[in-house]
């Protein structure tokens, strides 16, 4: 009998100088030479060969603020995007409880793309059979990566929000019993996995970047577009650390379902699904900004093109190196996620001393297919496009489709969950109410070291 590949703990995730060091070394070699090695399991973590945490302070000469914006990126994680991370903490949680057994049980992946090709990736080196269920709207590269790791897709109808048709597929599979979902918008690993991992690495980032001169020693705001709103979680740590920290989440205009329990289809691939997550903590988010999809698209034709690149150099005092560097970290969504932190630096009045930090889930290599049709429809990107679209998108961000969270719009936001997830996903009202109080998230926190035990004993 096959017994299932378990990597690193949460702890090991946050920091893996604490992984064996024989072990640690196999994985870092690995990353490249041999990428479907189950040792790549240890290489889920924000931090490099050397351990130190990937991230860019952003040029002011791009930002057009005077706050400090910082983002992490998940370009070097396994399967290029961090979303690994989480797919690996809700299956390896599964897995120790026993609900999840790799020689009998096929596991979903419920997904609009880098779940699912994370899902993909980890199911193959942890030992399971994967199925991928993804809108057939999606970049082609995703389905292509989904592949790659031995996924088997199943399409559904529509595009990125179009998430309910995911979920009725699902229910028509799980009727097998030898199915399991490990549906992202809903199992708290994913919530536990950047609460802990993400958030834990923006605290100790925070002092890093107090040495180097940057900010105070702490994070003045956290923003982050929802998907799955598993990412938006480490939000709840800083505020911990932090108490003047403010989490901002993120939708599109096109799909505004916080801001005004909007819907529609969009094209800011990874985030806005026309509901409300489970694991979604929306009673501490202190304001809900929406930003433009194509706006975010034409964004990253400048930060990935050669000719934006030097357009951000030769007018705008961007580092050559800088500039090449920002086009191999940047997706639609870490362009939404930019786009928001400008319009939070803006609606705070934030200044020289304050850090903004958000992620880069994902990089360009998901997104060929999605310029080239981006520079027959808007054109491609010269220098004079380029300037146009730094002082109108990015140094022209404005303080609109902001709305702050207040108590009572904070209950909005809650009870926007209901229809979901008790009407249609089969959670009770006790269950939602339970939400509401603070120490239910704190519960779901406290089980991290009971997973690192369980990790280890099933490891060894």
Same mark, same amino acid.
Request: glycine share 10%; charged share 20%; aromatic share 10%.
């Given at each position: 009998?096959?017994?299932?590949?378990?990597?690193p703990?949460? /702890?090991?995730?946050l920091?893996?100088s604490a992984?064996d060091?024989?072990?640690?070394?196999?994985?870092?070699?690995a990353?490249?030479?041999?990428?479907?090695d189950p040792?790549?399991?240890?290489?889920?973590?924000?931090? *490099?060969?050397?351990n130190?945490?990937k991230?860019?302070? +952003?040029?002011k000469?791009?930002?057009?603020v005077d706050?400090?914006?910082v !983002?992490?990126?998940?370009?070097?994680?396994?399967?290029?995007?961090?979303?690994?991370?989480?797919?690996?903490?809700? +299956?390896a949680?599964?897995?120790?409880?026993g609900?999840?057994d790799?020689?009998?049980h096929?596991?979903?992946w419920?997904?609009t793309? @880098?779940?699912g090709i994370?899902?993909?990736?980890?199911? *193959?080196?942890v030992g $399971?059979k994967?199925?991928?269920?993804?809108p057939?709207?999606?970049?082609?590269?995703r389905?292509?990566?989904?592949e790659?790791?031995g996924?088997?897709?199943?399409?559904?109808?529509?595009?990125?929000?179009?998430v309910?048709e995911?979920?009725?597929?699902t229910?028509?599979?799980?009727?097998d019993?030898?199915?399991?979902?490990?549906?992202?918008f809903?199992?708290?690993?994913?919530?536990?996995?950047?609460?802990? !991992?993400?958030?834990?690495?923006?605290?100790?980032?925070?002092?890093? +970047?107090k040495?180097?001169?940057v900010?105070?020693?702490?994070?003045?705001?956290? %923003?982050?577009?929802?998907?799955?709103?598993g990412?938006?979680?480490?939000?709840d740590r800083l505020?911990? $650390?932090?108490s003047? %920290?403010?989490i901002?989440?993120?939708?599109p205009?096109? %799909?505004?379902?916080?801001?005004?329990?909007?819907?529609?289809?969009?094209?800011?691939?990874?985030?806005g699904?026309?509901?409300?997550?489970?694991?979604h903590?929306?009673?501490n988010?202190?304001?809900?900004?929406? +930003?433009?999809d194509? /706006?975010?698209?034409? *964004?990253?034709? !400048?930060?990935?093109?050669?000719?934006?690149?030097a357009?951000?150099? /030769?007018?705008?005092g961007?580092?050559?190196?800088?500039?090449?560097?920002?086009?191999?970290?940047?997706?639609i969504?870490?362009?939404?996620n930019?786009?928001?932190?400008i319009k939070?630096?803006?609606?705070?009045?934030?200044?020289?001393?304050?850090v903004?930090?958000?992620? %880069?889930t994902?990089?360009i290599?998901?997104?060929?297919?999605?310029?080239?049709?981006?520079?027959?429809?808007?054109?491609a990107?010269?220098?004079?496009?380029?300037?146009?679209y730094?002082?109108?998108?990015?140094?022209?961000?404005?303080t609109?489709?902001?709305?702050?969270g207040t108590?009572?719009?904070r209950r909005q936001?809650? @009870?926007?969950?209901?229809?979901?997830?008790?009407?249609?996903? *089969?959670?009770?009202?006790?269950e939602?109410?339970?939400?509401?109080?603070?120490?239910?998230?704190e519960?779901h926190q406290?089980?991290?070291?009971e997973?690192?035990?369980?990790?280890k004993e099933l490891?060894?």
């Open positions: 009998m096959t017994q299932p590949i378990l990597g703990t949460f /702890e090991e995730m920091h893996p992984i060091s024989a072990v640690r070394q196999r994985a870092v070699e990353l490249h030479g041999a990428p479907l040792v790549n399991l240890y290489n889920i973590t924000w931090r *490099g060969p050397d130190s945490i991230y860019e302070i +952003l040029p000469g791009l930002t057009g706050a400090e914006i !983002v992490l990126y998940g370009r070097d994680f396994p399967s290029g995007a961090h979303k690994v991370g989480a797919a690996y903490s809700v +299956l949680e599964e897995i120790v409880f609900r999840v790799v020689n009998q096929t596991v979903v419920p997904s793309g @880098n779940y994370g899902g993909a990736w980890v199911g *193959g080196r $399971a994967s199925i991928i269920v993804l057939e709207g999606m970049s082609q590269e389905f292509d990566k989904i790659t790791y996924g088997h897709v199943i399409k559904t109808v529509g595009v990125e929000s179009n309910k995911i979920y009725d597929k229910w028509e599979l799980r009727r019993p030898n199915i399991r979902i490990l549906n992202q809903e199992v708290m690993g994913n919530y536990r996995f950047h609460y802990h !991992v993400t958030g834990n690495t923006i605290v100790e980032l925070a002092a890093e +970047l040495a180097r001169g900010g105070d020693g702490s994070i003045s705001a956290f %923003c982050s577009a929802m998907g799955s709103a990412t938006i979680a480490a939000g505020k911990q $650390a932090f003047g %920290c403010r901002i989440g993120l939708e205009t096109q %799909c505004p379902t916080l801001y005004n329990n909007g819907y529609g289809g969009h094209d800011i691939q990874g985030i699904d026309k509901h409300v997550t489970w694991i903590n929306v009673l988010m202190d304001a809900i900004m929406c +930003l433009d194509i /706006e975010c698209k034409k *964004g990253l034709q !400048v930060l990935t093109t050669e000719a934006g690149q357009a951000l150099v /030769e007018h705008y961007v580092d050559t190196g800088l500039a090449e560097r920002m086009g191999t970290i940047f997706g969504s870490g362009v939404c930019l786009y928001g932190a939070t630096a803006k609606h705070y009045q934030l200044g020289k001393k304050d903004i930090v958000t992620i %880069c994902d990089a290599d998901r997104y060929h297919s999605v310029m080239d049709a981006m520079a027959q429809t808007y054109g990107i010269d220098d004079a496009r380029a300037q146009n730094v002082d109108g998108l990015f140094h022209g961000q404005k609109d489709w902001i709305k702050d108590p009572d719009m936001w809650h @009870n926007l969950k209901y229809y979901t997830w008790v009407e249609q996903q *089969g959670k009770t009202v006790e939602l109410d339970a939400q509401k109080d603070p120490a239910w998230w519960s406290a089980l991290i070291p997973m690192d035990k369980r990790i490891r060894a």
